[in-house]
Every structure is written in structure tokens, then in C-alpha cells.
């Protein structure tokens, strides 16, 4: 065996005075460790529960099992509780480096391949010569240094399954909603997600009203503070919240009702947004009690990260319930359930999912799918682009030389100028919408005979 190749640059750190370098570093890459904290320990600890405020520091006193005060960088003192405080395991540039290296060679058959990988990779990550991709540096190689290996994966980003034309209301949003539970599952492991939404039919709502759904949040909840926050800022008004089981069972008994207690894990979650669906479809009124859900920052150890909360979660049953009681849902109406999800994920513990969303150039909703975005509080968890075909450019260049000689377009041609300099215009002013060569890349996909590619990742739109 050969000798492991030796960091020339292994002397390198993070700043130690409050720069974001190392508050980037450790709270987003580095390994977290939840327990076994001893005074000296370099912590990352959320300093503003109400803000979410973070920041490196040391654990000067161990006041008890429960609280601790540390020093972080700026010489500020805080009193923080445990629940709030994560332990990077990795502390410095080349600890990052060696877990990488042995993570990316750790595929290979033979011991004598391994090292030889791992040797190429230490090389080429010694002073970041080259940097991974954000979820690749926290995902890869975590079971060197944890022992065990965590339910996540260091793919960056993914195509899902996007959603199928149904007939009926209920199939249209129970497929669109599985969509979103494949989304959730890969950016609870680690990755982005790519979603294609041209194919979602325009569907009607269930008649229902905000008295449909009656939602109950205990008041003793450790989100409780927080739920009056979102009701102050009217998140919601769609919904009847309850904070007393009594009254909330004494209101659904007045009705037609169906209540049911949603379960803590995201399969769980999934199963109440349809069972929400589907008696709802029924003329239903809906009860659902959240109150068994873990507090916004509980630690999730089964991809060592934290809840994004109760709260969190129930607002995405508020924009179920606000969907349902619409005359009609469109395509990018049903779209904002993908964006929603990415604020839900937290990866590794620290790190929002990335949402590709593609609408194709020929869908009658494109030009409110462009304009989304620039509302405030919509599509917010989404990159989006417009998906765009050869024959739409031929379009597009025919109306342009059609112009230059004075000659008025023919419809279908001036219809597909019109939508591009909106695009254009849209893309300059605010970065987005992207474009999407579909048709090119089917025809230059050596996968073309068996799966047709209808979306990218949130990496592979462009505009030239």
C-alpha cells in the first residue's frame, strides 16, 4: 500500500473572529453532533429562537443537563438550551477534506483502489483546489466520522416523477400530492429536486369554505407561541384554529364531520393531506389535530438534522385547504404545494432543498406561470423556467424577419414573439424565468428510447 497522500495545506482554518466563513462551514458542511458536550466545546448555537439566529461560540459553563452558556466569537455571552446547540464534528478545512476523499473513493472494490481514489481526492481538495457542491461536502462520507451511515445521499439534485393529467378532481390532486411526497422524500436525504407541471389539468375545488377545516394546535405545544404569530399575520384565515380539545371536538360535532390526530413523520404527514383530500371531496368537514408534532428545532435522528416544526407543517395544510375551497385549481396553483415543501426540509439539519419548476411554452397558463413569481409569497421555494421547443424558436425567428420587412406576423408566430420578449424581459429584470431546450436534450439523451427527460435539476436551465 502506498502512503496517504499529506495535506500541503493543512495548516489552513476558518476565521475565528465572527466571519461568515466559518459559521457557513460549520453550521452547513460540517458534521453536527447533538449530545456529549463538554465545556471548551466549539458549538454552533441558535442565539435567537424567534429569528433563528445562529453562531459559533465555546461552552464556558454547563449550568445543566439542560442549559449551557457560551462565548461566541463577537465576546457575547448567551444562556442557550441544549436543543438549540449542535456540536460540529469537524472543526477545520482539511478534517472536510479527509471525510470527503474517503467517502468518493469508498465506492471502489479493493482496498488498494480505495486508497488509490482517496489519494487523488485529497490531492485534489488540499486548499479547495476543487470544492464540492453544497449537499455533496455535508452528505459525503458521513459514516467516517459517525460510525454509522446517516439516511441521506450525496447526489446533488434530482428529476422527479412529474404529474399525469387525471380525469377527476380527486385524482388530479392526490397525484400531484404524490409528486410532492417523492420531492419531500429525496430533499429529506439530501438532494434538489426537477419538477415538470405542463400536464396537471385544471381541476374544481371541493365547495368547501374555511369552516371546512378545523385545525387544532394545543396550547401547551412548544409551537404554540409561534402559531399566534402566523395567525396575527393572517397565514391562517383559511382554516378555524384550535388550541382546547374540547372545543374543537364540540365544534366538529356540530357537522358532517371527519377528524382524525395527523402521525410525526413525513409518511404520515402524506397520508393526512389525502385523507384531508379525500373527505373533503365527500362535502366533509375536516378536524385534524397536529398537536403530536415534534416542536419546531427537535432533533430528527434519522438524518441527524432538526423539525422545521408543527407550525411549519401545518401550513401546508392551510394551502390544501385554501386550494379546496377555490372554484377552480390550475397547474401553477397546484405548483405552489412543490414550492411549500422546500421551506418544510431541513437537510442534514441545516440546509433548505433546491425546486426546479418547468412549464412547457405551449401551455395555456405560461404566461401566469412567469408572472408568479413576482408576487410577493408565491413560488418562493422555487427556481422556475420555461420549457421551450424548436418549433417555438422557428416561430419566434420567422415574426422577427417578418417585422423587418414591414409585414405583419401571422397569429400563431406573433403569439410566440409576444411570449418571448415577456420571457426576456422577465429574465432581465429578475433573473428568472430560465429556459429549457426539452426537445434538444431528448434528442441528445443516449436514454431517448426508454424515458423521456421532461424536466432538469435545479442546476440545468440556462438563458444565452
Given amino acids: 500500500m502506498n502512503k496517504l497522500y499529506q495535506f500541503e495545506h493543512k495548516d489552513m482554518v476558518f476565521s475565528k473572529d ?11 458542511y460540517a458534521i ?12 454552533v448555537a441558535i442565539v435567537d429562537k424567534e429569528m433563528g439566529n445562529k453562531k459559533v461560540g465555546v461552552i464556558k459553563k454547563i449550568i445543566n443537563d439542560n442549559e449551557f452558556v457560551i462565548r461566541d466569537r463577537f465576546n457575547e455571552t448567551h444562556t442557550v438550551e441544549k436543543e438549540l446547540i449542535q456540536k460540529p464534528l469537524e472543526i477545520e478545512p482539511h478534517q472536510l477534506w479527509t471525510r470527503w476523499a474517503k467517502g468518493a473513493a469508498s465506492v471502489e472494490r479493493t482496498d488498494e483502489l480505495k486508497q488509490k481514489w482517496e489519494n487523488e481526492f485529497r490531492w485534489l481538495f488540499d486548499g479547495y483546489r476543487y470544492s464540492l457542491g453544497g449537499r455533496i461536502q455535508l452528505m459525503l462520507g458521513q459514516e467516517f466520522i459517525t460510525g454509522k451511515r446517516a439516511n441521506l445521499t450525496a447526489y446533488n439534485c434530482f428529476v422527479n416523477r412529474s404529474p399525469k393529467a387525471k380525469d377527476t378532481p380527486v385524482e388530479q390532486f392526490l397525484d400531484v400530492v404524490n409528486v410532492a411526497y417523492y420531492e419531500a422524500s429525496i430533499m429529506r436525504r439530501g438532494g434538489g429536486v426537477g419538477i415538470n407541471i405542463s400536464h396537471i389539468n385544471t381541476v374544481k375545488g371541493s365547495n368547501s369554505t374555511k369552516s371546512s377545516f378545523k385545525f387544532l394546535l394545543e396550547e401547551g405545544h412548544k409551537d404554540s407561541r409561534e402559531l399566534q404569530d402566523r395567525i396575527k399575520l393572517e397565514k391562517f384565515d383559511s382554516v378555524e384554529i384550535y388550541t382546547n380539545r374540547e372545543e374543537w371536538k364540540k365544534a366538529l360535532d356540530n357537522f358532517n364531520s371527519y377528524k382524525f390526530t395527523v402521525g410525526d413523520s413525513v409518511d404520515e404527514l402524506f397520508d393526512g393531506i389525502n385523507t384531508q383530500i379525500k373527505e373533503s371531496y365527500k362535502g366533509k368537514v375536516v378536524g385534524i389535530d397536529f398537536s ?21 407543517w401545518m401550513e401546508l395544510f392551510v394551502l390544501i385547504a385554501k386550494l379546496l375551497q377555490q372554484d377552480t385549481i390550475d397547474n401553477v396553483e397546484f405548483a405552489e404545494i412543490f414550492s411549500d415543501i422546500v421551506h418544510l426540509i431541513i437537510q442534514g439539519g441545516n ?45 419566434v425567428k420567422r415574426a422577427k424577419k417578418e417585422l423587418k420587412k414591414m409585414v405583419i406576423p401571422n397569429e400563431d408566430d406573433q403569439k410566440a414573439l409576444n411570449l418571448w420578449n415577456v420571457l426576456i424581459e422577465s429574465a432581465w429584470s429578475s433573473a428568472e424565468p430560465g429556459i429549457v431546450w426539452m426537445e434538444r436534450y431528448n434528442k441528445e439523451s443516449n436514454s431517448w428510447y426508454f424515458s423521456e427527460i421532461v424536466a432538469t435539476n435545479p442546476c440545468g436551465d440556462l438563458l444565452k
Avoid: T, W
Avoid at 465572527?18 to 452547513?28: M, N, P, S, V, W
Avoid at 408572472?371 to 421551450?388: F, P
Fill in 18 to 28: 465572527g466571519q461568515l466563513d466559518e459559521l457557513i462551514a460549520l453550521d452547513r
Fill in 32 to 43: 453536527p453532533s447533538y449530545d456529549g458536550y463538554e465545556i471548551g466545546d466549539i458549538i
Fill in 351 to 395: 440546509r433548505r432543498g433546491a425546486l426546479m419548476l418547468i412549464c412547457q411554452d405551449d401551455n395555456s397558463n405560461i404566461y401566469k406561470f412567469m408572472e408568479r413569481k413576482k408576487q410577493m409569497g408565491y413560488l418562493s421555494g422555487a427556481n422556475i423556467s420555461v420549457g421551450i421547443s424548436d418549433a417555438f424558436m422557428e416561430r
Fill in 292 to 312: 403530536g408534532l415534534r416542536h419546531r428545532n427537535a432533533i430528527v435522528k434519522g438524518v441527524n438534522g432538526r423539525s422545521s416544526g408543527a407550525v411549519s
